[in-house]
C-alpha cells in the first residue's frame, strides 16, 4: 500500500472534462431496469413505477475524510459508494443508482483517477447499482467526491429515524469501533513512513481493521435477512459517526430515551486488543469511534424470537420513555449519560 | 458588492455539522407533493407515482468556477441550484427537488453559509423545488458545492439529446454570450480594486450582463412555453459550455450534421457594446462563452408556425446529414467547421 511506483501517467487536460467522463463511464453498464437513461444526457431517467423513492447525498474531502498517504483510490471509490449506500440501507429500500462527481487537482493523472473509478464500478457490481450520472471538474488543490445514492422501496416497508417506542430493543449489525481501530493502525504506519521511508509496513496482523477502515461494505445484507425475518424496525439509522450520536438521532426523532449496556455492545477481538495495544477504551472507540457503516436499528419486544441468536444482531439496549433520557449502563452498573461524541469535521480543518 | 463590511462572524465549529444541517434548513419547506421525507432521516423519499424520475448533478469549486472576490454569496447559492434544474429543464422535464453539499473551510463564518443558503432557498422557492437532503463538512481549502437536482416527466414528454433529424430546425432561447461578458466586466473590476482598494466600481452600466453572470435563471419557463405551444422537441441541451459545444454533443448524439448561421445567433445590444469595449469577437462569445443556461433544441420542420416571431425563441440553423459536418456558415457566406472551444476546466487549475 506504500509501495512507490512509477506507474503510467496520462494528463487530464489532454482529455477535456467531457473525454473524461465519457473515457470513465463507458464500462459501465445499466443493471437495474428502473434505469432509462443513465450517463450521457443532461440528466439522468429513472423510473420507479409504484415504489417510493429514496435519495441521499454524501461529500468526501481529502484531507478531512480520507488521507491518500494511505487510502488506495480504488479503495475510496469503493468507499464513496459505500458510505452512500449504507444511508439507502438504512431506510430498509433497495439502492439502485448513483451520481458521482469529483473535483481533482492536476496533480493526479488519468490512471489514479481510472483506479478510484474502478472502485466504483465493482461497488455498482457487487451492490448492483448504476452509476447514471456525474460531473468531473478541477480542483486548485486536493479531491473531493460527491456521491448522491438513489433507491426504492415499497411505503410500507420504509424505516425512519422516527418510530421507535418506549420498550422497543436496540440492535446493531455486525461489531463496533473496527473502522476506527483500522485508522490508528494507519495513521501509525504513515508516521513511521515518515521517519523512514523504507520501511515495509505489516499491516496482516490487522487485516480485520484495516479492512472495515478501507473497505467497508455497507449492509445490504442485513435489509434482505430482515425481510427473510420477516422483522420490520420501527426505526433504523446507520452508524457513520459513532453508535452515541446515533442513539441520539434515534432517540431525538423518536421522542424516546435508551438504556444501552456496555457489557452488550458487539467487539472483535481484533478491536479489543488493538485498544489495549494502543491504550485506548474499547467501549470509548466503539460509541465515538465511526465509519463502521453499521445499521441500528429498534423493534418491538416481540419480535424478539425472530433475531434470537443470530450471529449477525446484538441486542445492545432497549429505548425508555423520552424523560428518561440516554445512558449507557457500564460493565459495574452505574449510569453513564450518553453525549454525541460523534466525529465531527469541523473540529478538524 | 465590492464594498468593505465588517458583518457578524460565527465559528461553525460552535454549531458542528448536525447542527448546522439543521440551523441551514429549518427554514426550508416542502412544496412538491411527491416530497414525502426531506432533509432529516438517512434519505428523502420521493414519490412520482406513474412519472419518469429525472436525476442530474454539478460540482462548482471555487478558484475554478467562482471567485468570491466578485461573487456575492447569495448569488452563488441560487446559481448552485439554477445550473443543476437548467439540466433538468433541458429533458423538458419538471424540477422537483434538489439536495446540496458544501464543503468549506473554516474561514467562512456561519453568517456566509446561510448567506449562501438564503440564495438556494430563494431558488427553491422561485423554482417550486424542495431542498431535500445534502451534506456540509470541511474542505482544507475554500468552498466546493454539490447540487444533484431530481425532476418529472411523463414518459413521451421527455426529451433527450439524440432524436434530432435532418432538416430539424435548431432554435436557442434568450440571447447568448451575456454571462461571458459579464465575468470579462467583473474581472477586470476585480483587477481594478487590486491596484486601488478604494475604488467603487460602477457596474450600473453592465446590468444585464453582470446579471446574467452572477444571477442566471435556469429556462422553467421556455419548458412551460413549449408545453402551451404545443412543441414537442426532437431533441434538447442546456447552454452551459457554449453553443459551439452543446452543438456538437446534440450532432454527435442524435448523429446528424449543422449549419449554424452566423448572422442569426441571438445577442444583446449589451454584449455587442461590451464586445467592442473588450475588443472580443461577438460570435466567438457566443459559440464558445458558456454559461448562458439557455435551452438549444430541435423541431421538425412542420413546428415552425407555431414558434414563428416568439421573441423567445431563435431559429439559428437547421440539421443536416451527419456526413456533411457541422458548419457556421458566416455573414459573409463562408462554413466554418464548428468545434468545440466550450469551457474545460482542467485548462485552468
Known amino acids: 500500500m506504500l509501495e512507490n511506483k512509477e506507474p503510467k501517467k496520462t494528463s487530464l487536460e489532454a482529455l477535456g472534462e467531457f473525454g473524461l467522463i465519457d473515457h470513465l463511464t463507458q464500462s459501465f453498464q445499466l443493471r437495474q431496469p428502473s434505469s432509462l437513461q443513465g450517463v450521457g444526457d443532461d440528466a439522468a431517467v429513472l423510473d420507479f413505477g409504484g415504489k417510493k423513492t429514496v435519495v441521499s447525498t454524501d461529500m468526501l474531502v481529502e484531507g478531512v475524510h480520507f488521507d491518500l498517504a494511505y487510502v488506495p483510490l480504488k479503495h475510496l471509490g469503493y468507499k464513496s459508494v459505500m458510505v452512500n449506500l449504507s444511508d439507502i440501507y438504512a431506510m430498509n429500500a433497495v439502492a439502485t443508482q448513483i451520481t458521482i462527481s469529483i473535483a481533482i487537482s492536476n496533480r493526479f493523472p488519468l490512471e489514479a483517477i481510472e483506479e478510484f473509478y474502478e472502485g466504483v464500478a465493482l461497488a455498482c457490481k457487487l451492490y448492483n447499482v448504476d452509476l447514471v450520472g456525474g460531473d468531473t471538474t478541477s480542483s486548485t488543490r486536493g479531491m473531493i467526491i460527491s456521491v448522491t445514492a438513489l433507491g426504492a422501496a415499497d411505503e410500507d416497508a420504509l424505516v425512519y429515524r422516527h418510530g421507535a417506542k418506549p420498550n422497543d430493543l436496540l440492535v446493531v449489525s455486525g ?5 476506527y481501530m483500522g485508522l490508528q493502525v494507519l495513521e501509525r504506519e ?9 520501511s515495509q509496513p505489516d499491516l496482516e496482523p490487522y487485516a480485520y481493521i484495516v479492512e472495515r477502515q478501507l473497505k467497508p461494505e455497507a449492509r445490504k445484507d442485513i435489509v434482505a435477512l430482515l425481510k ?7 426505526a433504523m439509522i446507520d452508524i457513520s459517526d459513532g453508535l452515541s450520536s446515533e442513539i441520539l438521532h434515534l432517540c431525538k426523532n423518536s421522542k ?34 465511526g465509519e463502521d457503516y453499521e445499521l441500528l436499528f429498534t423493534i418491538d419486544q416481540r419480535e424478539f424470537p425472530k433475531i434470537k441468536g443470530n450471529p449477525n444482531l446484538t441486542v445492545v439496549g432497549h429505548m425508555t420513555e423520552a424523560s428518561e433520557g440516554a445512558f449507557l449502563i457500564s460493565r459495574n452498573n452505574s449510569k453513564i449519560p450518553i453525549t454525541a461524541q460523534g466525529w465531527n469535521s469541523f473540529d478538524q480543518a
Open 175 to 179: 461489531d463496533l469501533g473496527g473502522a
Open 256 to 289: 424516546v430515551g435508551c438504556n444501552v449496556y456496555e457489557d452488550k455492545i458487539p467487539l472483535d477481538p481484533m478491536v479489543i486488543s488493538s485498544c489495549e495495544e494502543f491504550q485506548l477504551d474499547s467501549t470509548l472507540v466503539a460509541m465515538s469511534g
Open 190 to 198: 504513515k508516521e513511521v513512513f515518515k521517519v523512514n521511508p523504507n
Open 228 to 234: 427473510n425475518l420477516e422483522v420490520q424496525p420501527t
